[in-house]
């Protein structure tokens, strides 16, 4: 048993010395390997807390242009691309609309914007901001303590010395003060929000590394960014969204949940129909390249 | 055989050496560079390149396959962009916006020359008749069609059946021209020679107008359920020695926002100036009726009573006075009643400049709303409550809104008849 283990565990290194590991995992020679469908999911309903997000993709508008109209969601019902039944326990609910949220920041100097409607989004968990400045309309992320009526800035410049963060406002990182709130911000500049834009969730500024700003994550990460990064200043609205629990299975089942089969009909290897993940094939290695020496005559 | 640890033990030292000849620990950190591969600096992330344009069909019209135009291609095309009106517009800020759109003073309640006619009108058997024509609408009328399903705020996962009843345009169309019906006669039994002067026109068309507002074009299309017209323009609620010393007060300021917000904006537009019915006698409009199917509040409702006044007004100030550009030599003025299921609302507007532009001016023109004047209160059923719930129910009549209509049918009359008089004497002569 041992001699088989050892001869199992040679014989790798011996493919491995003697072929070089640059092949292995040279990725042109695994690309093969990703047009197909390779790993077995296990789908687990992640026990999602109350004002949960419906599952599904929203449909784009055709022009691809920003509106403010709401527009259809698509629930999944569980099933793939293919069409098949891949997660029995979702399906049902009622008919969502889904409305285009805008995490952008314009490159603007400076621009006022004001808030003209406040209502909850039916498939995030984060409240929407209607805002409106000139004649442009958008829909933001609304913060915590945000009313109809409030004036919002955002501005590009970096003074040398800090700015008073007011709730709402956008500004550069390297513009706000060392322990402000923060949400809604770039990875890299020009980009777009990316982080924190989910109910209740909050960023830190902790301190400044020579060039870069190092903010602490709701994940308690520490992450380094450019100080040209945008970011909002407050907290996301609707945090207490996790704590209310479900009031029980009819909850549950109008918003989109389906039931679990129970110990009678309990599947085993067995009983139903035969579902099996589809083959891969891997591309093996090169062989080995072994040195040829010519004799020669002498 | 089992795996012990002895055995384990003496076969790590010969997978030591073996290892030790390698030479892998060094192979994964210093990995020699590869020359096909850039190394690239993380400032920008890599945008995703453009899908590749798909073949074109094999039948030229396949609807699969249809590709809406570009707006260079459609028709009407024009470089300078317009804001358009419509019916359907909705105003974000209510009634704030519309006064800094139309540069309008506000004033709340009915003007003073409206106000004495309150009572001035008589109607037999008032109530009676007020009361046939709300039930006629709401419960005799024998039209069954699917109406829309309903949803209660108070218990909003309650499900109900689906009804057949009558659509509300039919409703409201029953109910403004019953009243309209009952004033007019209320109003010729007073003032006989109304009936040849005046008319009443259902859904005119061909009404619109365009004007420049601050460096923007903006074009009206205004649409209209009914109007009612007479043969001399009607008089002033504010005359013109008094404009000056009214207009005063201040307009508010909405200071992100410009007033044009809502509007649509387009580069494929026509413009068009004319009233929809200038070719009759009596072309000079009186009140302009408007029918509110929809479920907007009632301020919306009346900002889109002053914007349509304001719309009707100017097109017909650049046809009397071609080519104005700020003060009119006189004042215009004009009425709007607002129907809708349960409640009347008036807007009186009276145009005194063309200049939108300047907020700080001598002479600004004057708005009057009265909203929300409650006729009856209707209580849809809520089953969960108990039996008395089951049914709608229809209470408290209010005749308020009725006598203020009555005032407003029943505004010059009076000039209209002594007109008619003096021109009935010219032709004796």
Partial sequence: MAASMFKQTFCFLKNAATSSFANVFCSSERSFTLYTYRARRRFKTVRRRYNYVPMGRPETPPDGKYTTEPLRFIRSGGRDLNGKVVNAKIGGGPKVSWFMRDSNYPEVGERDEKVLRVHPDPVRTAHLALVGSGNHKRYIIAHQNVKEGDVITTSCQIPPIPVRAVEGNAHPLGALPIGTIVHNIEKIPGEGGRICKAGGSSALILRTLGDKVVLRLPSKHEMALDPKCMATVGQVSNSGHDAIPWKGVGEKMSSGYRPRTGWRHRKTGYHGRKIKPKRTFIVKPTPPKYETFKLSGV | MRITRQLFVSRKSRIKLLLDNLTYKDLPLNAPALSDVDIVKVN???????????????????????????????????????????????????????????????????????????????????????????????????????????????????????EYGIPLEKKLNMLSFDFFRIAETAVAAKYPQTTKTRRMIFNPSGMATFFKYNESLLSFYVGINAVITSRSMLSPFVPEEQVESKSSGSIPSIYPISPTIDFFKTHNYNLKNSIGFSEISSKFPHTLILLNDNDWSEDERQARALVTAMGVLLAQAKKTFPGIKARLPAPMAVQVVNVSETALNFTYFQLNTVDFDNTEDNVKNFVWFDTNNVLFDKLMPQPWKGDEFKRTRIESLDLDGFKKLLATVGYCADLEESLTQFHDKLIEL
């Fill in chain 2, 44 to 162: 920008e992330r890599k945008k995703h390149e453009e899908k590749q344009q798909s073949l074109p069909p094999e039948l030229a019209d396949d609807p699969r396959f249809y590709v809406p135009l570009k707006h260079e291609e459609r028709k009407n095309y024009r470089q300078v962009p317009a804001f358009l009106y419509n019916n359907k517009c909705r105003f974000i800020e209510g009634t704030k916006q519309a006064c800094v759109l139309t540069k309008s003073l506000r004033f709340d309640g009915l003007p003073e020359n409206v106000q004495q006619l309150v009572d001035k009108f008589e109607v037999p058997n008032e109530s009676r008749l007020v009361q046939k024509a709300i039930l006629k609408s709401q419960l005799w009328d024998s039209a069954k069609e699917l109406l829309p399903r309903r949803k209660d705020p108070e218990y909003p996962n309650f499900k109900f059946n689906r």
